[in-house]
């Protein structure tokens, strides 16, 4: 079916293009009879405003892009839940993609959104992410980019970030106050900050309570379930089985645990574990998993109010936002039984 124009309305009814326009835009130089005419015969013709070129005249699109790494875990659909609400009553769309942990389709992805002309991007970084120097061009172009959770510190974004280390330090101390001394960090990529920051907090709180805090303390692993289970595997082959273990995050402490019980290992008699960001699975692992619970849905909140605040004010002045958490006790960890109670 053919989309009516404005042209189409103003040569049936024998005026100027001009005219039709004003009448639309209820400008003072038209007459009320004239506007009323030319109303009625648009509403006759089934004329409807192309949405599209309305907002290129706003120079704006009211679309937003956001790129994730991957949706199976619960974090980033959780943080997308907070992103819409933010956006959708404010007359945006938001158009998310997910890069599957390939930096290659990640940038494809943002430079398809940026040629869309979404007005910015809320964008979560893929492990493997290096290259930089297509976002740069784009900040040097000052187009909205809102970095969160996986940020990269190279890029003078604004930033919506957890608060890594502390929580990071408090799990481990927990560790320690269950008596546990050799303790373990399964470190994850060491290009994102939250790794440095968690790997730190894990040292701070050794150094802390004096206990030794060498470079065999940090296990290289990752950030999946098959990165922990390769890591565990590994500590075990070696006949060098910690005491405990503070995971980067719940999906390689979930490994770790998966292979500890293929090998008759308790979880927490002869091993503990804590994990990071309470994943849905963190219940349904038996035991369940202690964790450190981020607020997903905040931080989609504020990476949308951000943005907004970026896009509306036309103002671009880099800021992180640290966002605070909460420990969840479960059996994972916990040697004296009377500080579990569920």
């Not at 619960?74 to 992103?83: Q, R, S, Y």
């Not at 390939?102 to 992410?129: P, Q, W, Y």
């Amino acid at each position: 079916m053919k989309h009516i124009s404005i042209k189409d309305v103003a040569r049936e009814l024998g005026v100027a293009v001009s005219t039709v326009s004003r009448a639309f835009n209820d400008k003072y130089d038209i007459k009320k009879e004239t506007r009323a005419k030319i109303l009625k015969k648009a509403k006759e013709m089934g004329y409807h405003p192309n949405p599209i070129a309305m907002k290129l005249q706003q120079n704006r699109t009211l679309n937003i892009g956001v790129v994730v790494p991957e949706f199976r875990n619960a974090f980033f659909p959780d943080v997308i839940c907070g992103i819409q609400d933010v956006l959708i009553p404010r007359g945006y769309q938001v158009l998310i993609m997910q890069s599957n942990e390939e930096s290659e389709r990640e940038l494809a992805n943002v430079k398809t959104l940026v040629n869309s002309m979404v007005d910015g991007i809320i964008i979560s970084f893929s492990t493997n992410t290096e290259d930089t120097s297509y976002y740069k061009e784009l900040e040097r172009k000052n187009f909205p980019i809102v970095q969160f959770n996986r940020v990269l510190d190279k890029l003078k974004t604004s930033k919506v970030v957890f608060d890594d280390y502390t929580w990071a330090f408090f799990a481990t101390e927990h560790l320690i106050h269950q008596g546990y001394k050799n303790i373990v960090h399964l470190a994850g990529p060491k290009n994102f900050s939250f790794s440095r920051l968690r790997k730190k907090g894990f040292i701070d709180a050794l150094k802390k309570h004096n206990l030794h805090f060498g470079d065999e303390k940090i296990i290289p692993a990752g950030i999946t379930i098959e990165d922990g289970k390769h890591a565990m595997q590994e500590l075990i082959n070696s006949q060098n089985i910690p005491e405990a273990i503070f995971a980067i995050n719940d999906p390689a402490a979930i490994g770790a645990m998966l292979v500890l019980k293929e090998n008759k290992i308790k979880i927490p008699d002869d091993i503990g574990i804590v994990g990071f960001s309470e994943s849905r699975f963190s219940d349904v692992i038996e035991p369940s998993l202690t964790t450190v619970q981020q607020p997903t849905y905040e931080m989609g909140q504020t990476a949308a109010n951000v943005i907004l605040q970026e896009i509306e004010s036309n103002i671009k002045i880099p800021q992180t936002l640290t966002l605070g958490g909460s420990f969840k006790l479960k059996k994972s960890s916990v040697r004296i039984a009377s500080l579990y109670k569920k």
